[in-house]
């Protein structure tokens, strides 16, 4: 009974540790730098589909690997926000914007008609003749109809929806890139999968040792929130931008660097993800619903609320589980729509 | 207030024409030739007529055509792209460039080989999208004949319309005891892939007894495919003596399978069966390497047919049992084509159950065609309902249920039970079809 009881609550800690980093970083974005991101889960299959490759190409050891593709999504992430997100704040696009989304915009036509077979061109021709269209509207769209609009910064609901709006065409970007790198297949690789005992509960080392470093990186990112002085200007950002921005912080900066840091957090997550479950192209979304209900259930940007979230929500699952797994995800909505109607602020919201 | 309207108009104006300018212009660019490849003869000698030079004279009483058009509705993305493109993508677009390279298909009345050209539209991986592209193929393409959707539960829903028009089709990934159900309403429709009691569970069931397994632990996915495999293994397995001391469902999008594998191991079952795809089946060899479950027999299926398996776990899934259909030793012709679709390729792309048997339909097809000497879709029906064809499997044929559709018989697949036997996905049942000794009990996880 008591081995039972254990089993059951180690492998809840051991889920909820990687729903907690899911958590936090998603709690960030949104918490912080007011992004609703549905790309989230994007940036995790990217974390998990790098280390695949790391691992069964390089030879690289998935641990190694989280040094690698914790920097790499927080550069991604950091200069999506600096160039798209910035610019969803104001009311004007930056020269290049216009270029990039067109080119990807007439390119994803391109590639539909060439589907269905209307077009049979070079997909690196087609790619050029976009470019070229694209910039050729870039130029005239600057030179004639944004010349006459002053900038100015959007209501932050209106950046909410907006924001939230485009992250859902960066979710189908980031996807459909990831499907032209790797295919859909799913994949797997095998690390440390041995068994460990823990007073006669058997668990794999793998799984351990995901815990173990969504436990030491959630604390490390707290006492970098609250011991360092970029901590305290992000939550200076997170409790009034205006007043904050007043005080001498970069607001642009500090908000960058929260999706930048919520992005990071996703792909270490990824790393942490693909040496426990197999992965594939087009695991995102799932790993995004499972966010905003950990982010709901702990609190909208509250970071320990969605540490705590993430814990509490692996443990439900857990005991499910443990009695019928076809209901755990069941479980989790039930108690997603029971905290909405008995605290709908979440568990550390305010 | 005019400047202003010309200043947003403008450039909305230039973009249009330029976009005007260029779609036609690509339009132009593209060449409706069909794919070409300098590819020897095909591996299938489907019955093969000779080719008559056709004299002006002739030609010009026989109607013209230049080629056949095939439409297709695949998931070229969202999530049942990862089965559509490692299983009927590969074979088909392998396929069809070789019979295009000997010249096409050889039509009696049109009194010449037609190459055959594909129009394939992606439905995205959803049901309604797939019915209203097969619909439009049907009505506003008028392709000359209908290649399947993916999925059984697709096959559901794009059986009846195919017979609705009259279009032969000749189904790929998906099979069921219930669609068998249905094909005596469907005179139209042939299943190509074997699947739970035609014939691989009875197969499993017959191997195990022989080696005296008595118990079976069962993890089945909660949908259609799991609840089928489930339910036939919940009685052909009971037939044998085996009994089912534990049966658990599981949901697609489960995370953590350690509260079954620990049940399973609790239960100490001779067999565990993970009735389940890919996505269930290799976390739950990971989590029984993890957890130390050593079962007798270990069966997971589909999944464990697939290449990217062994490639994801190596020599630690010897042993280890599957869905399948050949292996190399199965036969010469099986070997040149597990060459042909397989050779200089990654292991990920190899899957040892359905691969020849989606080939065998297309040479089943083409062999018709010929047969008929016509792409009248009833004659060739009737080809394929009544004859046997030569194709890469031997003599071929569909047996038909009920007067209706048909089912790729039994006796012509080569294999129904794998099982990785050093590093190869061997067929070890049905036992005269085996071309490896089943390995009882398989050999425990390697520890690390």
Same mark, same amino acid.
């Given at each position: ?98 270029? %990039? ?10 590639? %539909? ?37 002053? @900038? ?7 950046? @909410? ?124 979304? @799932? ?15 509250? %970071? ?47 | ?5 010309? +200043? ?70 969202? /999530? ?23 010249? +096409? ?36 393409? !008028? ?16 059986? /009846? ?46 191997? =195990? ?14 949908? =259609? ?8 293994? +919940?009685?052909?397995?009971?037939? !044998? ?9 599981? /949901? ?125 879709? !009833? ?28 089912? =790729?018989? !039994? ?38």
């Amino acid at each position: 009974m008591l081995t039972s009881i254990l089993d059951v609550l180690i492998a809840g800690l051991l889920l909820g540790g990687l729903y907690a980093l899911i958590a936090m970083g998603l709690s960030l974005q949104y918490g912080v730098a007011r992004v609703f991101n549905i790309s989230h889960g994007e940036f995790i299959m990217l974390g998990g589909m790098a280390t695949l490759t790391l691992f069964t190409v390089f030879k690289i050891n998935p641990l190694i690997a989280i040094v690698i593709c914790g920097p790499i999504t927080f550069v991604l992430g950091y200069i999506i926000h600096r160039t798209f997100f910035r610019h969803l704040l104001t009311s004007l696009p930056i020269f290049g914007e216009i270029t %990039i989304l067109c080119t990807l915009f007439l390119w994803t036509v391109f590639r %539909i008609l060439a589907d269905y077979n209307y077009v049979r061109l070079n997909q690196f021709a087609a790619l050029a003749i976009c470019l070229v269209i694209a910039i050729i509207l870039d130029f005239a769209l600057n030179r004639t109809a944004f010349r006459r609009i002053h @900038e100015s910064r959007v209501a932050a609901g209106v950046f @909410e929806s907006t924001s939230m709006l485009f992250s859902f065409g960066l979710m189908f970007i980031i996807k459909n890139i990831a499907f032209i790198g790797w295919g859909p297949s799913i994949r797997s690789y095998s690390f440390l999968q041995q068994p460990v005992s823990i007073a006669g509960a058997l668990f794999g080392m793998n799984r351990l040792v995901t815990l173990g470093f969504s436990i030491l990186i959630g604390l490390a990112f707290y006492f970098f929130l609250t011991r360092t002085r970029i901590g305290k200007a992000i939550r200076a950002a997170a409790s009034d931008p205006t007043v904050a921005q007043l005080m001498g912080v970069n607001i642009n900066q500090v908000l960058a660097l929260c999706f930048g840091l919520g992005a990071a957090m996703a792909g270490i997550a990824g790393v942490l993800i693909s040496m426990c479950y197999p992965v594939n192209a087009n695991m995102g979304i @799932e790993y995004t619903i499972i966010a905003i209900i950990v982010v709901a259930l702990g609190g909208l940007g509250s %970071i320990p609320g969605s540490f705590i979230g993430g814990f509490a929500l692996g443990i439900i699952g857990s005991i499910v589980s443990f009695f019928e797994p076809g209901l755990a995800l069941v479980a989790y909505y039930f108690i997603f729509g029971l905290l909405l109607l008995i605290r709908p602020k979440g568990i550390l919201g305010k | 207030m005019w400047r202003k309207a010309i +200043g947003y108009s403008l450039p909305v104006i230039i973009c249009l024409l330029l976009l005007l300018i260029a779609i036609p212009g690509c339009q132009q660019a593209a060449t409706p030739t069909a794919p070409k490849t300098t590819a020897p003869a095909t591996v299938a000698t489907a019955t093969k007529p000779t080719t008559p030079a056709a004299s002006p004279s002739a030609t010009a009483a026989k109607p013209t055509k230049d080629k056949i058009i095939v439409g297709m509705s695949r998931p070229l993305s969202g /999530p049942l792209s990862v089965i559509g493109d490692s299983a009927f993508r590969p074979i088909y677009e392998t396929w069809v460039p070789r019979v295009n390279a000997e010249g +096409g298909i050889y039509v009696k009345e049109y009194g010449k080989k037609l190459p055959i050209e594909l129009k394939i539209y992606d439905d995205k991986s959803d049901v309604g999208t797939m019915t209203r592209l097969t619909e439009k193929l049907i009505l506003e393409d !008028k392709v000359d004949f209908l290649w399947p959707a993916c999925g059984t539960s697709f096959l559901f829903a794009q059986a /009846p319309i195919a017979n609705k028009y009259n279009y032969v089709l000749i189904t790929a990934e998906g099979g069921a005891t219930s669609l068998k159900d249905m094909l005596p309403s469907l005179p139209y429709v042939f299943v190509s892939l074997s699947f739970s009691d035609w014939y691989e569970v009875p197969v499993l069931a017959d191997l =195990l007894a022989a080696k005296g397994a008595k118990t079976a632990y069962i993890m089945y996915i909660a949908d =259609l495919h799991g609840i089928e495999y489930s339910g036939v293994a +919940g009685i052909e397995l009971p037939k !044998k003596g085996i009994n089912i001391v534990g049966i658990k469902s599981v /949901p697609p999008d489960i995370k953590d399978l350690s509260p079954i594998i620990k049940e399973a191991k609790a239960l100490n079952p001779d067999a565990f069966l993970a009735l389940a795809y890919p996505d269930q089946v290799m976390p739950a060899t990971a989590t029984s390497m993890e957890l130390d479950f050593n079962p007798k027999a270990w069966l997971g299926g589909p999944g464990v047919n697939f290449g990217f398996y062994h490639t994801a776990f190596g020599p630690a899934v010897e042993g280890v049992l599957g869905w399948t259909t050949f292996a190399r030793k199965s036969s010469p012709k099986l070997a040149e084509l597990a060459d042909i679709l397989y050779s200089g390729k990654p292991e990920e792309t190899n899957d040892w159950w359905g691969h020849p048997l989606y080939w065998a339909a297309l040479d089943m097809w083409k062999a018709a065609i010929e047969k008929a000497g016509t792409l009248n879709q !009833k004659a060739i029906r009737d080809i394929l309902a009544t004859e046997h064809l030569e194709t890469v499997l031997g003599d071929t044929w569909f047996t038909i249920i009920g007067g209706g559709g048909g089912l =790729l018989a !039994k006796e012509c697949h080569p294999g129904e039970v794998g099982q990785w036997i050093n590093g190869v996905f061997e067929v070890v049942g049905p036992v005269d079809k085996a071309t490896a000794q089943f390995v009882y009990p398989k050999p425990p996880w390697p520890k690390k």
